[in-house]
């Protein structure tokens, strides 16, 4: 009896587990592919191949059918200052060899021109996916990569061969029809491609208004690209910016190369923490900790000392460490009249510390006669070159004599420095530079602003601000960063740069981190007003909202009804994507339908949001997975691996497919190929559908500001605008609700475009 019940129990529930799983199949096969209708217009169907065109919103795979649809040829619309693409699929019936392809200007009235330098022509290369980013995902090869066309090539018989084919239109272009021809050849076979681009009366502005933030992480820039000096990462890097800009888009930090550089005048030790507890004689000692295992850490006397050749000096101390035992080193280096270090003139000696104040000295009997000036160095442990020996000591009343004087040639030897003397001295020349180029000629929106002595941190963990030597809380530290924060304070609005900067220091808090970035963000705020406080949410909330300028939201966290109350107070708010949110939600990945990073930009609109981030555009090996000798070849494996948050070393986490990585090196093979690559980066499909999308969020500025001026006689087409700009549910009602087929939103684009043009007249 008891088993004829469970039986009877179990055989629905088998029922109900396969329904699931028949549909979730279904809805897994729909999200993975775009749309269940054709895609693209046959263009010829002869004996040598197959050539079709669909606009530049699709991913086509390597085995898509070829459309039934046909079409006589590529037809576009465009407006002035925008780039337009689209996909050419060449599919052979035989292998063909040595396939050229040629682009025509394109002619329009007037015999107005748009030259054939503007049309630019990239390889659709493919990914292996070998394990999905999750269950919408799909094992295979999945487009991604976009190489330029650099001449003939081949094309494999009954496999597509895709071409990504853009068209930038110029701002001063003509409003009107355009034709021109694209030629596609191998041997014998040719065929002529008509082009038609219809060019709107408007033009998109130079400006961008959707702000963004495109993390480039200039060491792997470094490591892929074999660069050697400062000046050849300046100049590749730069590439890589303009490749964002050219794309409306933003690099978190356009100015880690160019520092603003700080010194405090009055102060004369670096490196550790001027602490008071313990100390061996009046208010302060000096804290040097090492907490690396890929680093000495150090502290050091500021200024190089003069010295005299051939007479004796001595170092004396009083020092006290963590552990009794623990090994410490003293260093004194010397340098030539050039300010050569001289290797050879090292005095290093390793002392056994004690957990109670030792004193300690060092005799020189002298010093040879090229060296003219030392400098000091306090290690907390034994120096080694990997640095991978920790623990942490304490120093205090450092003397250093010098032949046979008495007299104490350093300077607040004993930590005990008048805090009214300091004063924090800014060099702006290198910031100014970098800040020229990318605010002022690149023009872009927005910067991360990094400062010297915040905090930092993240749910993970966190660490407290440094400013001099002095602890966040203490005085000092507030006197100090008060006085540094208004200098480029000034010097921003000075300049014009005021407002583009944000500042990003703490990443993604949970509650327990909440009183601890209230109170670095109100540390800024006190001591100016006028910056912008930047902070990344994945659990949004009123608790921590209110002390910053910009929130930004992981975006299946958005909520608009907040983004909308908290906006009319003044606030702005962007949100973000990365390794979340996954399926059926908005994503990122390579391994998902195309239309994600376009439609995006089309809720991000409706939901108020003024702008997007990132985490990184270049993510293309986890140093946790891969070493150094060996780096991850993201040409070949799309999948991106957890870093960081005390992930062990060799322990593999997948994020997802494509996840931080919208460009590719231009190395294929960082590992073996050591030729130094002095040119920018390839870019991706996800990368030009993004532009599509931002140039679609323009599009919706420009009707509403049509809308807006639109005169009397206007009336009617202003309220069809109106209309348009309140996107109907029909294409989303939320991040996770969304229309899969990228012809319904052309279609919707091409309304919105039409309107603008009408209400331009």
């Not at 009249?337 to 005095?347: D, M, Q, V």
């Not at 000295?361 to 070159?385: A, G, M, N, V």
Request: charged share 25%; aromatic share 12%.
């Amino acid at each position: 009896m008891i088993m004829k019940n469970s039986l009877a129990e179990t055989g629905p529930r088998k029922v109900q587990w396969w329904i699931g799983f028949f549909i979730f199949y279904l809805f897994s096969m729909a999200y993975s592919r775009e749309t269940t209708t054709e895609k693209g217009y046959l263009l010829v169907s002869d004996s040598g191949a197959e050539v079709w065109w669909m606009e530049g919103a699709y991913k086509v795979m390597k085995d898509d059918p070829a459309p039934k649809i046909k079409s006589a040829g590529v037809r576009l619309e465009c407006a002035r200052n925008e780039y337009e693409p689209f996909i050419l699929v060449l599919r052979p019936r035989e292998r063909m060899t040595a396939v050229t392809v040629e682009a025509s200007s394109l002619f329009g009235p007037t015999g107005r021109e748009i030259p054939a330098h503007e049309i630019s022509i990239c390889h659709v290369e493919y990914v292996r996916v070998v394990v999905p980013t999750d269950e919408a995902g799909a094992r295979g090869d999945w487009p991604d990569p976009l190489p330029t066309y650099e001449g003939p090539f081949e094309a494999t018989a009954g496999k597509n061969h895709s071409l990504w084919i853009t068209i930038h239109v110029p701002k001063d272009a003509v409003p009107g029809e355009y034709n021109g021809s694209l030629r596609l050849s191998s041997g014998e076979w040719k065929k002529d491609i008509p082009i038609s681009l219809k060019v709107w009366k408007f033009a998109l502005p130079e400006e961008t208004h959707l702000r963004s933030a495109f993390g480039i992480n200039t060491v792997d820039i470094r490591r892929y690209h074999n660069l050697e000096t400062k000046e050849e990462l300046e100049t590749v890097t730069d590439l890589y910016y303009q490749t964002l800009r050219a794309h409306r888009l933003a690099p978190i930090s356009a100015l880690s190369l160019y520092p603003i550089k700080t010194r405090i005048k009055g102060l004369t030790w670096t490196g550790g923490e001027f602490v008071a507890d313990p100390v061996h004689g009046g208010r302060r000692s000096l804290k040097v900790e090492d907490n690396s295992v890929s680093a000495s850490a150090e502290a050091a006397y500021f200024e190089q000392l003069p010295v005299e050749p051939n007479a004796p000096a001595r170092l004396s101390w009083f020092a006290r460490t963590e552990n009794e035992g623990q090994p410490y080193t003293v260093l004194i280096q010397g340098y030539d009249e050039s300010g050569r270090h001289l290797h050879g003139s090292n005095k290093l000696k390793v002392f056994k510390g004690k957990t109670e104040w030792t004193n300690e000295r060092l005799e020189i009997k002298e010093f040879l006669p090229q060296i003219k000036t030392i400098s000091l160095h306090f290690f907390p442990t034994l120096r080694d070159k990997e640095g991978t020996l920790t623990g942490t000591a304490y120093f205090d009343d450092i003397v250093l004599t010098a032949a046979g004087r008495e007299e104490n040639l350093l300077q607040s030897g004993d930590m005990e420095m008048d805090l009214e003397s300091l004063s924090v001295e800014v060099d702006f020349s290198d910031f100014d530079r970098g800040a020229r180029r990318y605010l002022d000629e690149l023009g872009f929106n927005a910067f991360d602003l990094y400062l010297e002595g915040l905090g930092s941190g993240s749910f993970h963990s966190r660490r407290e601000g440094m400013f001099g030597g002095f602890r966040q809380g203490t005085p000092e530290y507030d006197r100090l960063l008060s006085q540094y924060l208004r200098q480029v304070e000034d010097h921003l609005a000075a300049n014009g740069w005021l407002g583009k900067e944000y500042i990003y220091w703490f990443d993604e808090p949970d509650p327990k981190d909440y009183p601890f970035v209230r109170e670095g963000m109100m540390n800024i705020r006190r001591a100016a007003p006028r910056l912008t406080r930047f902070i990344t949410e994945h659990k949004p909330g009123p608790d921590i909202m209110d002390v910053s300028e910009i929130s930004c939201t992981i975006f299946h966290r958005v909520d608009p009804a907040i983004v909308a109350e908290l906006s009319r107070r003044g606030r702005e708010f962007w949100s973000y994507l990365c390794t979340a949110p996954k399926a059926p939600w908005v994503t990122l990945f390579i391994d998902h339908p195309a239309i994600n990073l376009r439609i995006w930009l089309w809720m991000s609109y409706k939901f108020g949001l003024k702008g997007i981030l990132v985490w990184r555009a270049n993510y293309w090996t986890s140093d946790t997975v891969f070493p150094e000798t060996d780096l991850q070849n993201p040409w070949e494996d799309p999948m991106s691996y957890t870093v960081g948050y005390s992930t062990p070393y060799g322990q593999v986490i997948y994020w997802g497919n494509g996840d931080g990585r919208f460009l590719y090196p231009p190395n294929r093979n960082a590992s073996r190929d050591k030729k130094k690559y002095l040119i920018g980066p390839t870019s991706s499909v996800r990368l030009e559908i993004l532009r599509e999308g931002v140039e679609d969020y323009e599009y919706f500025l420009l009707l509403e500001k049509a809308v807006s001026e639109a005169l009397p006689r206007k009336r009617g087409e202003a309220a069809k605008g109106r209309k348009l700009l309140q996107i109907p549910e029909s294409l989303f009602r939320s991040g996770r609700e969304y229309i899969k087929d990228p012809r319904i939103l052309l279609e919707y684009r091409k309304k919105v475009a039409a309107a603008i043009d009408k209400l331009s007249d």
